[in-house]
């Protein structure tokens, strides 16, 4: 894609939804940390039905530590891979606690050195709650960044690197919110939704499905991404 076609994704993106927003349920900047944290390999979905309970009652990582990791896992137990996320989620929040007052810190480096926060749940956590231009590449975003031909590359940080140079200025801070429900609603992995995509000109995917229950025409295989899942 030319840069003036990629303006133009994101200014029909934009147009359709001005103000895009995480699916994830939080409260402030600490419970989004958890959610982002909770939600590698599982849905937004399933996280926030784990959540709801916790989060009427945890909202700082002082309470976490009080409720403890047994107390936790019967909160998030529902989640995949939910043993290992409980045991980082009560070691971030100590970490907090002793390093950074209780707070989150909104640099990255400060972010991937707690226990269980990686890259993209830095970059999510920079994005939404501190506004930075940060590109948080998933599943979604790298299947639609290959697929489309806006940021092509074989691993995420090669995507990642592909939109930081991409992006045009206006739509920098949102990119990752209209990416990512993008991927999710229309450009799904296994049939993309080509007969109501927004964007359907602009993008260079060639076995287009154009109604609803055709199968696509043979495709070389996905590429997956080389990159922890936070």
Not at 134 to 151: E, K, P, S
Not at 202 to 229: N, T, Y
């Amino acid at each position: 894609m030319t840069r003036a076609q990629i303006f133009e994704f994101f200014r029909r993106l934009a147009e359709a939804n001005p103000a895009p927003e995480t699916e994830l349920a939080f409260g402030n900047t600490y419970q989004l940390l958890v959610a982002v944290t909770l939600s590698a390999q599982s849905t937004d979905v399933g996280v926030n039905k784990a959540t709801r309970a916790l989060f009427a009652h945890v909202t700082t990582p002082a309470q976490m530590v009080a409720l403890g990791e047994d107390g936790l896992k019967e909160h998030i137990k529902t989640i995949g891979l939910f043993n290992g996320k409980a045991k980082n989620v009560i070691a971030l929040s100590h970490m907090l606690i002793r390093d950074h007052g209780g707070e989150v810190p909104g640099d990255r480096d400060a972010l991937t050195a707690l226990p269980g926060v990686g890259r993209k749940t830095a970059n999510v956590v920079l994005n939404t709650a501190f506004g930075a231009e940060a590109f948080a590449v998933d599943t979604h975003i790298f299947r639609l960044c290959n697929r489309t031909g806006m940021a092509r590359g074989k691993t995420v940080e090669a995507v990642e690197r592909g939109l930081e140079k991409k992006v045009p200025a206006p739509f920098r801070i949102g990119a990752h919110h209209w990416l990512i429900l993008h991927g999710r609603y229309v450009c799904k992995a296994r049939k993309p939704e080509c007969w109501h995509c927004s964007v359907i000109d602009l993008c260079a995917f060639k076995p287009k499905i154009m109604a609803p229950g055709v199968q696509p025409a043979p495709a070389k295989p996905a590429r997956q991404a080389k990159a922890s899942a936070t």
